[in-house]
């Protein structure tokens, strides 16, 4: 099972994030718990200075922008 | 999305520069096609709508791909890198350069202050970037070239530099670390490793599409009512009508344009069609340079977005040294022009 977090305060891109991440884990039918980090404090915690950030098992995988559809799908396919 | 290729990266280049060179003899031609008197109003509109719409997508469309392929080597945390260590002075001139490279948006405007707080670049330094960052863009340039010319962009870009540099310097020495939000001054300083990617350069070619189809997609609508607004005034507002209250004459009119413009939000690209209208009216340069600058550097929206790690006093210091910068900006200009 993959632990996700999109860091984002809230922006118009971290929700298209947030909605593309669990479009795709249902598409391919991924195990998946997402989880969306608006706190600033949390979101510092993991070095990331432009937002909306992609954390995968704690790992910051993707930074500052709308992840392209065919990245989170390779992400999905590694796992 | 298919990978871009030199030899397509020419072929582009060549079907541009035909476009470029080729929209004011085929605007006019699509103009006097129409069953419109020559010099009435309405065909002074649509000859500025027709000639400057595809004039300027087609600017914006080069200059934010150039830009996209740039952005790949000014990530946020290389800038911080290149910052993070030096001590006001030179740092603020490099911080207001590096902000107008580094991709930028104000949603992100939190992380990146306290990133840059965390890794020791001073508070000063530090603005220097924020001010630039929004004000100095690639979209703003490129307008103000496709639609005033050269010498106004490059003024603009200077004066914008100017702005962001002393308005850091100043900040900087004013001490006010202490107005920081009680959270942010308790980060603890650390050092922080910075490995750069290696891309490809067919792979930066390819942000730089990405760039073209996000900015581009996004904004071409607003850049279309902006210059729609623009021809209407073109066509239809008398010759000098801006004069007698946007003129050299009117000096209260550059605080006024700028006590309207702070709270004021509009990207680059809404803006900047209007401007020249207004200024193709007989409204002083420096009037709608300060108009532009304190609409696009400073926002209420960005404000509140700050408010999370700056106290209230600390925005209002902020707000008042830039917007003193830009009203100088303002008067100077109307006074040597």
């Known amino acids: ?79 | 999305m298919k990978k871009l290729t030199w030899q397509s990266l020419l072929v582009l280049i060549a079907l541009w520069l035909t476009l470029y060179f080729n929209i004011h003899s085929w605007a006019d031609k699509a103009v006097s096609w129409l069953p419109l008197t020559p010099d009435s109003r309405l065909r002074e509109a649509l000859a500025f709508f027709f000639y400057d719409a595809p004039k300027v997508l087609l600017l914006l469309s080069a200059v934010v791909f150039v830009m996209g392929v740039v952005n790949t080597w000014f990530t946020p945390e290389r800038t911080r890198a290149l910052l993070a260590g030096r001590s006001q002075g030179l740092a603020n001139i490099l911080a207001a350069s590096l902000g107008v490279v580094t991709p930028f948006c104000s949603c992100s405007a939190v992380p990146l202050f306290i990133g840059f707080v965390q890794a020791g670049v001073p508070l000063g330094v530090t603005f220097s970037f924020l001010i630039a960052a929004p004000m100095v863009n690639e979209i703003a340039l490129t307008l103000l070239l496709g639609l005033f010319g050269w010498k106004i962009a490059i003024l603009y870009l200077s004066l914008g530099l100017l702005v962001a540099i002393v308005g850091g310097l100043i900040l900087g020495r004013l001490k006010l670390e202490k107005y920081l939000e009680q959270w942010v001054q308790d980060i603890p300083k650390k050092l922080l490793s910075f490995e750069s990617e290696n891309l490809s350069f067919s792979a930066r070619l390819h942000y730089g599409a990405v760039a073209v189809k996000d900015v581009v997609g996004k904004i071409w609508v607003y850049i279309l009512l902006g210059i729609g607004v623009g021809a209407f005034i073109h066509g239809y507002v008398p010759e000098n009508f801006m004069a007698s209250f946007m003129g050299k004459e009117a000096w209260w009119s550059v605080p006024l344009a700028v006590m309207i413009g702070v709270p004021m939000y509009s990207s680059a690209a809404g803006i900047i069609p209007v401007v020249q209208a207004l200024l193709a009216k007989g409204a002083a340069l420096g009037t709608v340079l300060a108009f532009m600058m304190s609409v696009v550097a400073l926002s209420l929206p960005e404000m509140i977005i700050l408010r999370k790690v700056l106290t209230v006093k600390l925005i209002a210091i902020f707000i008042s040294i830039v917007a003193s910068g830009i009203l100088l900006v303002g008067l100077i200009f109307n006074l040597v022009l």
């Not at chain 1, 669990?22 to 200075?49: F, N, P, T």
């Not at chain 1, 995988?61 to 590694?78: D, L, T």
């Open chain 1, 1 to 79: 099972m993959l632990n996700i977090k999109v860091l984002g305060g809230g922006c118009s891109n971290c929700k298209i994030a947030y909605r593309l991440i669990e479009d795709v884990s249902r598409e391919l039918g991924v195990d998946v718990v997402l989880e969306k980090v608006e706190d600033m404090q949390e979101i510092m915690g993991y070095d990331v200075m432009s937002t909306p950030a992609v954390v995968i098992n704690e790992t910051v995988v993707h930074r500052g922008g709308v992840p392209s559809r065919k990245i989170v799908e390779e992400w999905f396919s590694k796992m």
